[in-house]
């Protein structure tokens, strides 16, 4: 399977792309999570190369793109005029595009624009309001043991977020509700250790729990009924983007259809890596398939 890479200006630095075959299927891009995280090198939708160009790119800030500090680049305006030039750049006439978490805020403000050119979307594992993603982690986190709940509030009041116990609680929870792979991957954990905490911190906040930053009030759900391309929303039975979310927000999209990877929680595509590569390949095949199309 051929593999180009290269970068690509944006507004505020370069970006490093990935793209995965050359087959002259419609492409498909990928929107990855954070803010802050990275693409994965080890996706398994990058199989898909043999059917279909596969892109990934590393938003600004994040992996192996450039890295600017000035806090004024990280707004959802500027990465959604990211992901524009991203597109021109490749010449995307026609593209999928799916976004996994933050991505899903990413992809949900990009078509709010109505752009031209995009056959379908696919919500993974969506956050498409910060309120109710912060309410239902706090009710996930009264599941766990006290000492841990209060681990967590009191690192949080106190602002030792970097102390090991506050640490360890909230691998206690990535662990039951971000991946449920025992022992994590390696990858996965350098992910977490390479993650860009300034982006992170100044638009989400010091934790899942508490959303304290620039996408405190992020909330498209007034908006999605606007989408009119074919949509497909998915999220793991264990997800941080809840089953009872995602299903609603699914419900707000005319004809949008709602999956649940029953093994997972929020990557489906490091814990359930076939199935969630078998449901984007039939996604993509059949919109393509459809009468107009």
Not at 103 to 128: D, E, Q, R
Not at 151 to 180: L, V, W
Request: hydrophobic fraction near 35%; proline fraction near 6%.
């Amino acid at each position: 399977m051929n593999v180009t890479e290269g970068f690509i200006t944006v507004t505020g630095g370069k970006v490093w792309y990935r793209i995965s075959g050359d087959d002259p299927g419609i492409p498909l891009l990928i929107l990855h999570g954070g803010p802050g995280s990275k693409s994965s090198d080890n996706d398994p939708l990058r199989q898909l190369g043999t059917e279909r160009p596969i892109i990934h790119y590393d938003q600004l800030g994040c992996g192996k793109s450039d890295r600017p500090t000035d806090t004024e680049l990280w707004t959802v305006e500027r990465y959604v005029e990211e992901l524009e030039q991203v597109i021109t750049a490749l010449k995307l006439e026609e593209v999928h595009i799916l976004g996994h978490s933050w991505g899903t805020m990413l992809a949900a403000s990009y078509l709010s624009k109505k752009p031209k050119g995009v056959c379908s979307i696919i919500f993974s594992g969506p956050a498409l309001d910060a309120q109710r993603w912060e309410r239902d982690q706090r009710n996930y986190l009264k599941q766990f043991p006290q000492e841990v709940q209060d681990t967590i509030e009191q690192s949080e009041r106190e602002g030792t977020t970097d102390s090991a116990e506050y640490k360890q609680a909230m691998m206690d929870f990535y662990k039951k509700h971000m991946c449920r792979v025992d022992p994590w991957p390696k990858e996965m954990q350098e992910d977490l250790d390479e993650m860009n905490q300034q982006i992170y911190n100044f638009m989400w906040g010091a934790s899942e729990f508490t959303v304290t930053g620039t996408l405190k009030n992020f909330d498209a759900t007034g908006y999605l009924h606007e989408i009119e391309i074919p949509a497909l929303f998915a999220c793991g039975r264990f997800d941080e983007a809840t089953p009872e979310a995602t299903e609603y927000y699914a419900g707000l999209v005319p004809g949008a259809e709602f999956h649940v990877f029953e093994n997972s929680s929020h990557m489906p595509g490091i814990e359930e890596p076939e199935a969630y590569l078998e449901m984007v390949r039939e996604w993509v095949n059949r919109q393509e398939l459809r009468p107009g199309a």
